[in-house]
């Protein structure tokens, strides 16, 4: 299964962000993401397609519908850049997969 | 407070073997399922290796079958990644990361905790 992010994002401070996960059908799916600033290991900001963990900001929201999972980042700051993985389970395969990445670039 | 550290990582040349560790603290670790999940530099995220908390079944990516092998020791809190015929492509950031939920559905298992993982370079 292949999930496909566009490589790159860019947004003005205080606009909102989206980033897209591409898959068939994969609004039947589970999706999680994640954020990985630079030098730094992931961290989990969406489970479940529409799930924040604690401490993830509410700024941050998630939807999966169609082909198209979203990750949605409103008010953007200068700390959200970063890059960002969608990921889900391939149950025909038995493998994890993760998204190819978008790099979020601040203005 | 949770902590997971690998270590083991470092050169080595093509062909060759080396033996990935994760110390587990503040995780719970014998009752969650755990990964390995290794990034090229400059690259994406790979996962690269499953385990269930009892070690009853493991998965292995494609890229990576064969040779590779996750294991674990319950009673030291450790999950190790045995790579052998290490090839220039398997060069990257190694990350071992806790699967949570603990049980049910595979489709839910996100990666909630990472180390901060350890660098392995396969060159001659």
């Known amino acids: 299964y292949v999930l496909t992010q566009p490589p790159s994002v860019s947004v003005a401070p205080g606009q909102t962000a989206t980033i897209t996960c591409g898959g068939k059908?994969?609004?039947?799916?589970?999706i999680h993401w994640y954020q990985q600033k630079a030098g730094q290991a992931p961290v989990l900001v969406i489970f479940?397609?529409?799930e924040r963990p604690a401490g993830a900001p509410e700024r941050i929201s998630g939807s999966n519908s169609g082909n198209t999972a979203t990750l949605t980042i409103s008010r953007v700051e200068a700390g959200d850049e970063a890059d960002y993985y969608c990921?889900?389970?391939?149950?025909?395969?038995?493998?994890?997969?993760f998204g190819t990445g978008t790099k979020v670039t601040v203005l | 407070q949770e902590q997971l550290v690998e270590s083991g990582g470092g050169v080595v040349q093509p062909g060759g073997s080396l033996r990935l560790s994760c110390a587990a603290s503040?995780?719970?670790?014998?009752?969650?399922?755990m990964n390995w999940v290794r990034q090229a530099p400059g690259k994406g995220l790979e996962w690269v290796a499953f385990?269930?908390?009892?070690?009853?079944?493991?998965y292995h990516a494609d890229s990576v079958k064969g040779r590779f092998t996750i294991s674990r020791d319950n009673s030291k809190s450790t999950l190790y990644l045995q790579m052998n015929s290490l090839r220039p492509g398997d060069t990257a950031l190694y990350y071992c990361?806790?699967?949570?939920?603990?049980?049910?559905?595979?489709?839910?298992?996100?990666?909630?905790?990472w180390g901060q993982g350890t660098l392995v370079t396969v060159s001659s």
């Open positions: 479940d397609n529409t």
């Open positions: 059908n994969i609004g039947n799916k589970i």
């Open positions: 990921q889900l389970w391939d149950g025909f395969t038995d493998h994890f997969v």
């Open positions: 503040g995780i719970n670790f014998t009752y969650f399922s």
């Open positions: 990361t806790r699967s949570y939920p603990a049980d049910g559905s595979y489709y839910r298992r996100r990666f909630d905790a």
């Open positions: 385990i269930l908390s009892d070690a009853s079944n493991r």
